[in-house]
């Protein structure tokens, strides 16, 4: 049943693509079928990803809503076996945000520049220590946590959360409890400790095979759409089931 409703999500984002996005209107119009979308593609044709309607003056889009950007890394901190409830979890980030509370958690942002800049932080938050406490979860790029300016949040007792891309991930095997983050696409899964395999947010993600290729949909995004997404490393991987929790996941390919 839950592979029928997943498959039925699935549908009707593709659906709903063609009758209201350009981009995906012009694919279908012309060839019959919705070809993979590559970064750089989506990056060059990014105003006709937005669904007719929908799409906004760059000055006055407000950007992406928090609350959407929250869930996607809630559900992929607790697929990697990461609990959230009644803790902090701060994001490294090049951007700050203010924080929110939400699902029971206080979701907050570190700076990723240097070490000075922690006490900003903490004094706009109005954290009277140093930075993340014992409990805390810090959810950071491979590169920053190995970073100086950063170095002292992995020294400091919170549990680190590395988030790594499918094209890191086809080169070396994601760490077990680590994200599959893509920055252009967002929280898209992660790895849990007891198999080792990247599970798929399935709620918010479909994998399939398309001319021999793995290509994703994310079944809740709106603007941008995104429909049929290649990834940069989709090459190495392919959708399966995992052998031990029986859920959708990327399996690499021989």
């Known amino acids: ?29 012309a060839t019959g079928t919705l070809p993979p979308l590559t970064r750089d593609e989506a990056g060059l044709r990014l ?12 000055r006055r889009d407000p950007g992406r809503p928090a609350t959407e950007h929250l869930a996607e890394l809630r559900d992929a901190l607790r697929l990697a076996g990461h609990r959230t409830g009644g803790r902090e979890v701060y994001e490294v980030s090049l ?22 800049a922690l006490p900003q932080v903490s004094e706009r938050y109005g954290n009277g220590g140093p930075g ?20 002292a949040l992995t020294a400091a007792g919170p549990v680190t959360v590395e988030r790594v891309t499918l094209a890191a991930a086809a080169r ?27 599970h798929l947010s399935a709620s918010r ?6 001319d021999g290729a793995t290509v994703l949909t994310l079944l809740r995004r709106r603007r941008p759409t995104f429909v049929h997404v290649r990834p940069e490393g989709a090459g190495s991987f392919a959708p399966a089931s995992c052998p031990r929790h029986g859920v959708p996941i990327l399996g690499r390919t021989p």
């Open 1 to 29: 049943m839950r592979g029928r409703q997943h498959h039925a999500r699935y549908t009707r984002a593709v659906r709903r693509a063609v009758a209201t996005v350009p981009h995906y209107r012009e694919r279908y119009a």
């Open 95 to 116: 951007a700050l945000r203010d924080p929110v509370r939400a699902y029971g958690t206080d979701w907050r942002v570190l700076l990723a520049t240097t070490a000075d």
């Open 205 to 210: 993600v479909h994998a399939r095979l398309l």
């Open 172 to 198: 070396t095997r994601p760490a077990p409890g680590s994200l599959w983050y893509e920055p252009w696409l967002g929280h898209l899964g992660g790895v849990p400790a007891d198999c080792g395999e990247l």
């Open 132 to 151: 993340p406490g014992g409990d805390a979860l810090v959810v950071a790029d491979a590169g920053q946590l190995r970073d100086p300016g950063t170095g």
């Open 47 to 58: 105003h006709l990803l937005m669904p007719l309607g929908s799409s906004l003056l760059a």
